[in-house]
Antibody, heavy 118, light 108 residues
Framework: QERLVESGGGVVQPGRSLRLSCAASGFYFSTYGMHWLRQAPGKGLEWVAVISYDGSTKYYTDSVKGRFTISRDNSKNTLYLQMNSLRAEDTAVYYC???????????WGQGTLVTVSS | EIVMTQSPVALSVSPGERATLSCRASQSVNSNLAWYQQKPGQAPRLLIYGASTRATGIPARFSGSGSGTEFTLTILSLQSEDFAVYYCQQYKYWPQFTFGPGTKVDIK
């Protein structure tokens, strides 16, 4: 069974850092591009970042460029999101998802909540 | 940026009836369009990709159609488990993926 499990969320003060992890199982992780997406409380879905299957290519949405870094460790079947200089507007449930057909997302993890507050 | 809009914002449907949801893109996305279902407290689930291909395990009562800028998700004979928020998403303009604001389908 294909599965993604996020961890690492929590409450953090503005300006601080947090690293999210996403553990994959049930599929060949090293052959897929992977994404991070987020959903602010009561709001819609927003794509955050993508990394290619081998980690060589990365893209970010404009609002997180220079602050967030996506990475992966294919030996551990794990995806990461390093979030620095966090802002209140980064408060959201963060989901990891596998790339499907060049830009659809399937499956999704259950999400991890990040709250940026003083 | 490609802007996705969805209509209606909310839709009240009786169990067993059909629901028709619309999605529009500000520019053509060809068939690079996906639909997701999200229930309260849960992650989204992929229903349709390529505008009309059902994802693995998705019941046949869900169907997608359209291309270019106009798309439709049809749910035949709504079941109780289908009441949720539905999002469309374009992936033509890689990697600037964008979602619509969602349509909430609730029980009439």
């Amino acid at each position: 069974q294909e599965r993604l499990v996020e961890s690492g969320g929590g409450v953090v003060q503005p300006g601080r850092s947090l690293r999210l992890s996403c553990a994959a199982s049930g599929f060949y992780f090293s052959t897929y591009g992977m994404h991070w997406l987020r959903q602010a409380p009561g709001k819609g879905l927003e794509w955050v970042a993508v990394i290619s299957y081998d980690g060589s290519t990365k893209y970010y949405t404009d609002s997180v460029k220079g602050r967030f870094t996506i990475s992966r460790d294919n030996s551990k079947n794990t995806l990461y999101l390093q979030m620095n200089s966090l802002r209140a507007e980064d408060t959201a449930v963060y989901y990891c998802a596998r790339d499907r057909e060049g830009g659809a997302f399937d499956p999704w993890g259950q999400g991890t909540l990040v709250t940026v507050s003083s | 940026e490609i802007v996705m809009t969805q209509s209606p914002v909310a839709l009240s449907v009786s169990p067993g009836e059909r629901a028709t949801l619309s999605c529009r893109a500000s520019q053509s996305v060809n068939s690079n369009l996906a639909w997701y279902q999200q229930k309260p407290g849960q992650a989204p689930r992929l229903l349709i990709y390529g505008a009309s291909t059902r994802a693995t395990g998705i019941p046949a009562r869900f169907s997608g159609s359209g291309s270019g800028t106009e798309f439709t998700l049809t749910i035949l004979s709504l079941q109780s488990e289908d009441f949720a928020v539905y999002y469309c998403q374009q992936y033509k303009y890689w990697p600037q993926f964008t979602f619509g604001p969602g349509t909430k389908v609730d029980i009439k």
